[in-house]
């Protein structure tokens, strides 16, 4: 288990204490039993590292391992090409990035096809936002119906995306939420999250085989 869930469920614990006690706990006494949860240096430099990882700050990654001694669970040198993929999805570059994908592990979207298909989803919403709406329908049809002919949920959100080309005013969409920053920013941190994973496994593999 991680070590933010270990602290998620020791709040929980404390709350329940807090739920199930017939005495009202003061302000105070919950700030002491907040600081009655320990969390060991090596832990929490690990937590700290794996921050510095996750949102691509190599330096700052680099230093801390030589001052804290912790180790990232990857390749240092990898976060620089996992965050330009990052960057190309936040900049609606969502070929690029999967193009980038590819290049650094095609299994990546081999083995995940509800990564692959947010991707070609927020393709088509670039398509829809800069205005090549029958570019869009060709995608659309072509790329994304058939994978929502497989899979109900997937289908589901290509109709949602779709819909979006029914309203020449996006403010009234009900959907409209799909163009804003935050979708790019939504499928951008999926696909961060999934090269982590996998180069964290192949830092894995890779210290297995020199054991041996």
Known sequence: MSLFWIAIRQLAEIEEQMATSKKVITREEWEKRLNDIKIRKEDMNKLVMNFLVTEGYVEAAEKFRIESGAEPDIDLATITDRMAVKRAVQCGNVED?????????????????????????????????????????EFAQEELAPRGEENQSFLEELERTVSLLAFEDVSNCPVGELLDISQRLKTANEVNAAILTSQSHEKGQTQSFQAC
């Open 97 to 137: 990035a999967i193009e980038k994908v590819n290049d650094l592990n095609p299994e990546i979207l081999d083995t995940n096809p509800q990564l692959f298909f947010h991707l070609q989803q927020q393709r088509l919403i670039e398509l829809i936002r800069n205005g090549k709406v029958e570019e869009a329908l």
